[in-house]
């Protein structure tokens, strides 16, 4: 059996711990403090509650996928990312997205944001490659939206193939002539077989257009509780449902059927419509804004690791091979819980974004030693 195989009965899923252990949990917790022992047993990433339920082995994945250093590899051969996103309002996001794709291993990083955006961004770091193409409507008059929306998509077009993921969303801002040539660059993406990581403002545009990633296995959508509880109601329409969290979850990725959803909260659920897995490693209780770009940063180099990994195995077996993309958002998920939790135990109450984002490597690191 390969390593990366695993069952396709859609009944194999990995769910939640019970509301059992998590109230034991919980009241360990309560008396006792964060104990190094409990901290540690969620740092290991796997444990089997009543013989049914199973967390994802988070750091087994992060070592499955994350290929070695070597010397003879040219440049862009570890990942090439690019992040659509950023807006007058909004040029922390979108950095925060593509220097987390670096940060972590990929070896370029792109941001295609409006010419507002484009010179703070730049000036964040001259590590980012920055192309100031996107437009608002603000700047352009309605008889040449058709042509400047032409003239958006062939920039784009001559980047795509070079790509490994695209990063839809964070710091787009909501401008209906913005959001038009971005559901443009998702078709085009689609049809270039690029995988989409859809966050912040594009889960609003996708929500409203749930073609673009319809029957599209290679995108993935990281909502958090607001983002999710919209897409409950228009794909599902009801509400959220907490007490059967796994399974709603399972029927929502179903129901929009392809995509992989990856649920931010005090855990991460992660379902591609056949199984459920969870990362619920120790964080930080610091909630600073900008966690989620980091996260979305982080799952595209994974997800681009992971196809790598998964289509070298589909080679050599005929075993059928676990999503890519889920293997993404996993270790996604895990590192960027473990980075948090190391910066929080450093700068506690003043930690912040860039703070996290630091740590990223050494998470990394510990995990997946280079050397």
């Known amino acids: 059996m390969n390593p990366l195989s695993t069952s396709s009965s ?14 034991q949990q919980f009241l360990i917790r309560s008396l006792t403090g964060y104990h190094d022992r409990i901290q540690k047993e969620r740092m290991m990433g796997t ?10 082995d988070a750091e087994s994945v992060l070592r499955r996928i994350t290929p070695p250093l070597d010397p003879t590899r040219h440049k862009g051969q570890a990942g090439k990312i690019a992040v659509i ?29 409006t010419k507002d955006a484009s010179t703070v961004i730049k000036g964040y770091s001259p590590e980012l490659i920055v192309h100031p193409i996107l437009e608002e409507s603000y700047s352009i008059r ?18 795509m193939e070079r790509f490994d993921c695209l990063v839809v969303g964070p710091g787009l801002g909501r401008d209906p002539f913005l959001l038009d040539c971005v559901s443009e660059i998702m078709r085009l993406a689609r049809n270039s077989n690029i995988p989409l990581v859809v966050d912040g403002d594009g889960l609003f545009l996708v929500t409203n257009n749930l073609e673009l990633v319809r029957g599209y296995p290679l995108a993935v959508l990281t909502p958090n509780v607001n983002e999710y509880k919209r897409l409950i109601q228009t794909v599902l329409e009801c509400e959220v449902n907490d007490q059967d969290a796994p399974e709603q979850l399972l029927s929502l990725a179903r129901g929009i059927g392809g995509p992989t959803i990856l649920q931010k909260g005090k855990s991460d659920l992660i379902s591609d419509g056949e199984t ?25 180099v994974f997800s681009s690791w992971a196809r790598w990994q998964t289509s070298a195995a589909e080679e050599e077996s005929n075993d059928r091979v676990q999503n890519p993309m889920v293997l993404g958002c996993i270790a996604g998920s895990a590192l960027l819980r473990k ?3 190391l910066a929080f135990a450093n700068k506690k109450r003043a930690t912040l974004t860039t703070d996290i984002i630091e740590f990223l490597g050494k998470s990394l690191e510990d995990i997946c030693p280079s050397h």
């Open 85 to 113: 996103g950023g807006c007058r309002e909004y040029t922390g996001a979108p950095y925060f997205a593509a220097i987390s794709a670096l940060k972590i291993g990929a070896d370029l990083s792109h941001v295609f944001c």
């Open 276 to 300: 459920v897995s969870e990362v619920s490693i120790y964080g930080s209780p610091r909630r600073c804004g900008g966690q989620g770009d980091i996260l979305s940063g982080s799952v595209a």
């Open 339 to 341: 980075a948090a939790s």
């Open 47 to 56: 444990r089997c509650v009543s013989g049914t339920a199973l967390e994802a």
């Open 142 to 159: 309605d008889d040449d939206k058709a042509l400047v929306s032409n003239r958006v998509l062939g920039e784009i077009a001559k980047w």
């Open 10 to 23: 859609p009944k194999n899923y990995m769910l939640v711990s019970s509301a059992v252990l998590r109230r």
